[in-house]
Nanobody, 124 residues
Framework: QVQLVESGGGLVQAGGSLRLSCAASGRTFSAYGMGWFRQAPGKEREFVAAISRSGSSTDYADSVKGRFTISRDNAKNTVYLQMNSLNPEDTAVYYC?????????????????WGQGTQVTVSS
């Protein structure tokens, strides 16, 4: 059974930065694409960023492009989300997810394992 554990969330002022981490169990981490999603109160879960299994290819939602950076360290079974220039609209629970295969997607249905989420709150 694969487990994903997010960390790094918290309260930050607008304009600040946070770095989320997602540690994965298992020995096949490098075989799968990974993604970050978020869900704000009263809203549906939405795609934030994704990365290929090697880390050579990434994708971002338009709302975070240029501010967020996804990366991974396959030796540590960890994927990261560096978030800069945060604004109150970024407030949400952030989830990491493992894709069903080596590719990644903007669709949540392409992911088979999910973490429990970490809260990010940006104050104005």
């Amino acid at each position: 059974q694969v487990q994903l554990v997010e960390s790094g969330g918290g309260l930050v002022q607008a304009g600040g930065s946070l770095r989320l981490s997602c540690a994965a169990s298992g020995r096949t981490f490098s075989a799968y694409g990974m993604g970050w999603f978020r869900q704000a109160p009263g809203k549906e879960r939405e795609f934030v960023a994704a990365i290929s299994r090697s880390g050579s290819s990434t994708d971002y939602a338009d709302s975070v492009k240029g501010r967020f950076t996804i990366s991974r360290d396959n030796a540590k079974n960890t994927v990261y989300l560096q978030m800069n220039s945060l604004n109150p609209e970024d407030t949400a629970v952030y989830y990491c997810a493992r894709a069903r295969g080596s590719l990644y997607s903007r669709s949540s249905t392409a992911y088979s394992y999910w973490g429990q989420g970490t809260q990010v709150t940006v104050s104005s």
